[in-house]
């Protein structure tokens, strides 16, 4: 987890000798300490990753300079980078339905530290959980959502997160399709969790299906939402040995736990900046 006083840079590159010296040298010129590095390279294009975290007490550039000459570094070798600073925390919204396994989860990791981002609202297509919102202080927004109503209730959601600078979005079991214009405001920035491994007993009671077919393992996904629904990056995935004396009550309450694991550490991550995109799947450092 990052403090007030560092930075992450996130790069990838064609692969040439130089890069990991180069970088090193830049941030070491304007005053940064290096706390953590780690790369990784794609052999099957040719491409190199790399996730520097260091220390900005000592920095003799404003982070706008600091950006800028980066920008000429990055043109140097062709890369694509991203810079974050600990003292600008994310700002995180949570839409949820009606289960709350996923939402008590997230907003108690929050409470304890493991989350480096602020929870700043809640959005609901059910009021059902307002109380929880409430008993922790959080702004909560109800949005009904129906076939008829659905662009105005995103352009009110997309509107509210404006209003509050979401910088990312977690679907704690929201139970809606995002419009391709909604996942594009958020590109890479929309996390999900699925109730299996994907692909995998898609639609509705995923559970019974798991349990008509006898299945030996069962799991769940976290991913980036795209427009190709449950296709996106997946970033973390977990599963669990069942047999046949479990009933689908004992599977569903197994199930629950595993979403709740996978969807908190796909947020820690992506709140810590360990997770590059590239093409259809993500390169997450440790």
Do not use: W
Request: charged share 25%.
């Amino acid at each position: 987890m990052k403090n007030s006083k560092t930075a992450v840079l996130r790069l990838h590159c064609p692969d040439v000798p130089g890069i990991v010296y180069n970088v090193a040298r830049f941030i070491f010129e304007r005053g940064g300490n290096i706390i953590h590095a780690q790369q990784h390279k794609e052999e099957i294009d040719n491409r190199f990753f790399m996730r520097v975290h260091f220390d900005c007490t000592g920095m003799n550039v404003t982070k706008a300079q600091f950006q800028k000459e980066l920008e000429e570094l990055a043109g140097q070798f062709r890369m694509e980078t991203s810079i974050s600073f600990g003292d600008e925390r994310k700002k995180m919204a949570i839409m949820v339905s009606r289960y709350d396994h996923c939402l008590y989860d997230l907003i108690l990791k929050h409470k304890y530290g493991e989350i480096n981002a602020d929870i700043c609202l809640i959005v609901s297509n059910h009021p059902d959980l307002e109380p929880v919102a409430e008993s922790f202080s959080i702004p909560f927004f109800y949005i009904p959502v129906l076939p008829e109503t659905k662009p105005q209730a995103e352009k009110q959601t997309l509107e509210l997160f404006n209003r509050h600078y979401i910088n990312f979005v977690v679907l704690a079991r929201y139970m809606q399709i995002l419009s391709p214009d909604f996942v594009n405001e958020y590109r890479n920035n929309i996390i999900n969790v699925h109730h299996s491994f994907l692909p995998a007993f898609v639609g509705a009671r995923p559970y019974h299906q798991a349990y008509e077919r006898g299945v030996k393992l069962i799991g769940a996904t976290s991913h980036y939402v795209t427009e190709d629904l449950d296709e996106g990056p997946i970033i973390y995935q977990e599963c669990i040995h069942v047999n046949h004396t479990h009933s689908v009550e004992d599977l569903i309450t197994m199930g629950r736990d595993i979403e709740k694991k996978v969807l908190s550490e796909a947020v820690k991550s992506h709140a810590d900046d360990r997770i590059m995109v590239y093409r259809r799947r993500t390169i997450i450092f440790d």
